[in-house]
């Protein structure tokens, strides 16, 4: 009697491995995603974020893969190889940069630079700091050397350098030095450099150069820029994040990104979520019936399938109570 009960138990297993074999057979596997798909989604409508998961919850994962998580050292490398791929792809040679950035982006950006008080007051900020006074007057001061010395003839140049002392030239210097100094702060520091005017003439000479330069092709930044260049300003971003995640400054950034999220979405429904951030039916049930066919197909071959359906299924048709029934 027990021997019968085994072999039915055995053929009803059979019988419902092969039934789900066959819904998820290529002729049907279709039909059997959109059904599935509208379920979870009916079922998803009637259920809140904040029924499933906690801010905690989330909190513990984020931190987890953006904070504790030790970063691989094959990701520089990675990045190595599409910076490689993708500077040296040839389509670069065939679009211009303004093809790549519009020129509305760059007046939206520029009025967006040109409007916040950060720029003013960057610049005047600017104003104050020594370095940079010093970098504009040595430039200055280079300026008006070269012009010098290409507006003045070699043989004057040689005489006024052996009739002046050179202690009198090196005063010179230093003197011409610290008189540009001031005139530079005095010009960065008056209100006029900063007026609507001169603001507008600033952004229509700005435009001017952009409409130029736009014309280029995308190869020519790579006299700007080379390829190990970008390589090596990933590393250096990539060593900073790897510091700047364990700080407690990220830490607290990140908590208040969390709780301002679960805060928005916590009481919204999943489809509502979803829908939110412009993930429609359609877009998850083409994703759906692109990478289900192969994904199935493959465990079907290798029977993979089978295997897993009979490890979750079997132990049930075995028990002593499922064999009771029969």
Excluded: C
Excluded at 40 to 47: K, N
Excluded at 155 to 184: D, K, N
Excluded at 205 to 217: C, D, H, K, M, T
């Amino acid at each position: 009697m027990t021997d019968d009960k085994h072999k039915k138990a055995s053929r009803l297993l059979d019988a419902l491995v092969a039934h789900f074999q066959e819904q998820l057979a290529p002729a049907h596997l279709d039909a059997w995603l959109e059904q599935e798909l509208d379920a979870l989604l009916a079922q998803a409508a009637t259920v809140r974020l904040d029924e499933v998961v906690s801010a905690e919850q989330i909190n513990t994962t984020v931190r987890k893969y953006a904070v504790q998580m030790e970063l691989g050292g094959g990701i520089p490398e990675l990045v190595g190889d599409l910076v490689e791929r993708l500077y040296h792809h040839g389509i670069q040679e065939q679009r211009s940069i303004g093809e790549v950035v519009d020129e509305a982006t760059i007046t939206a950006l520029l009025d967006k630079i040109l409007e916040i008080p950060l720029s003013r007051r960057g610049i005047g900020w600017l104003s104050r700091n020594p370095v940079l006074l010093a970098l504009l007057a040595g430039g200055a001061q280079l300026g008006v050397k070269t012009w010098l010395h290409q507006g003045i003839p070699e043989s004057v140049r040689g005489l006024v350098g052996q009739r002046m002392p050179a202690r009198w030239r090196a005063s010179l210097e230093v003197r011409l030095q610290e008189w540009l100094i001031e005139r530079v702060r005095a010009l960065m520091a008056d209100p006029w450099l900063y007026s609507d005017d001169n603001v507008a003439s600033l952004r229509e000479l700005i435009l001017v150069a952009w409409q130029e330069f736009s014309e280029r092709p995308v190869t020519e930044l790579r006299e700007l820029l080379s390829s190990e260049d970008i390589q090596e300003l990933f590393v250096i971003g990539y060593d900073f994040w790897r510091q700047f995640r364990r700080s407690e400054y990220f830490a607290t950034l990140l908590d208040t990104a969390i709780g301002a999220f679960f805060e928005t979405y916590g009481r919204t429904t999943l489809v509502e979520m979803i829908d939110e951030v412009g993930i429609q039916r359609d877009d998850l049930l083409d994703d759906a019936r692109r990478f289900a066919p192969p994904v199935v197909e493959l465990l079907r071959e290798r029977g993979l399938l089978d295997a897993w359906l009979r490890r979750h299924l079997e132990p049930f048709f075995f028990k002593p109570e499922t064999l009771a029934l029969l």
